[in-house]
């Protein structure tokens, strides 16, 4: 069974501090991804970077990082210099390698509500 | 392109009618996946669908069925609705049938009185 843990439930930051999401996952595949999205209040999920199992290169893009540990079965998520329109729910989700279907499913967390405050 | 496109946005229900949410992909995406997300948590895996054929089933009860229609889009249907079936709906669609990139619409919010 797969499974992906959100430890932290709400995270308060004042604009421009640095602020960094947990998430810890369970998997017996050895071939999956990970992946970071985004919630504003409209609903929609915005996706912001896939990782597979077998590229565990940190990746920087603009004001966010991502740091995939897969000795701690982790996968991180950081915001630089945050701003107000960082304010969402973050999920971090996980899908295994789909040969038959079985496991095409994207298995998500609970959710980081994130508050920027100016 | 237009993204995913859910309809309706938002929709009140009452205990034991049935409701259909509908689901139109990006042009030219396969599979079409339905997720129900409830207030506070994430999105929980309903079902997918690709080339018109269902191809995964999460732990919902049979009152929750799909379909997709030779164009793609899709659709949800449940019946005998529960106040528990209070929740966001969202469809995904991707161009394979992984989900590597897999693209949610806003949603619909079910509102079970």
């Known amino acids: 069974a797969q499974k992906v843990t959100q430890a932290q439930t709400e995270i308060s930051v004042v604009e421009k501090e640095d602020v960094t999401l947990d998430c810890v996952y369970e998997t017996r595949d050895t071939t999956y991804y990970l992946f970071w999205y985004k919630q504003p209040p409209s609903g929609e999920l915005v996706f912001l970077i896939r990782r597979n199992s077998f590229d565990e290169q940190n990746e920087i893009s603009g004001r966010y990082s991502w740091n995939f540990q897969k000795s701690t079965s982790s996968f991180n998520f950081t915001i630089t210099a945050s701003q107000v329109v960082d304010s969402a729910v973050y999920f971090c989700?996980?899908?295994?390698?789909?040969?038959?279907?079985?496991?095409?499913?994207?298995?998500f967390g609970k959710g980081i509500t994130l508050s920027v405050r100016p | 392109d237009a993204g995913v496109t859910q309809s309706p946005t938002h929709l009140i229900k009452t205990r034991g009618q049935h409701v259909t949410l509908r689901c139109s992909p990006i042009?030219?995406?396969?599979?079409v996946s339905w997720y129900q997300q409830v207030l506070g948590q994430g999105p929980q895996f309903i079902f997918q669908y690709y080339e018109k054929e269902e191809r995964g089933r999460g732990n919902f009860p049979d009152r929750f069925s799909a379909r997709q229609f030779p164009n793609y889009s899709s659709e949800l249907n449940v019946n005998a609705l529960l106040l528990g079936d209070s929740a966001l709906y969202l469809c995904?669609?991707?161009?394979?049938?992984?989900?590597?990139?897999?693209?949610f619409g806003q949603g619909t919010r079910l509102t079970v009185v």
């Open positions: 995904a669609s991707s161009t394979m049938f992984q989900v590597e990139e897999a693209f």
């Open positions: 042009s030219g995406h396969k599979s």
């Open positions: 989700a996980l899908s295994g390698r789909a040969f038959t279907g079985a496991n095409s499913k994207l298995t």
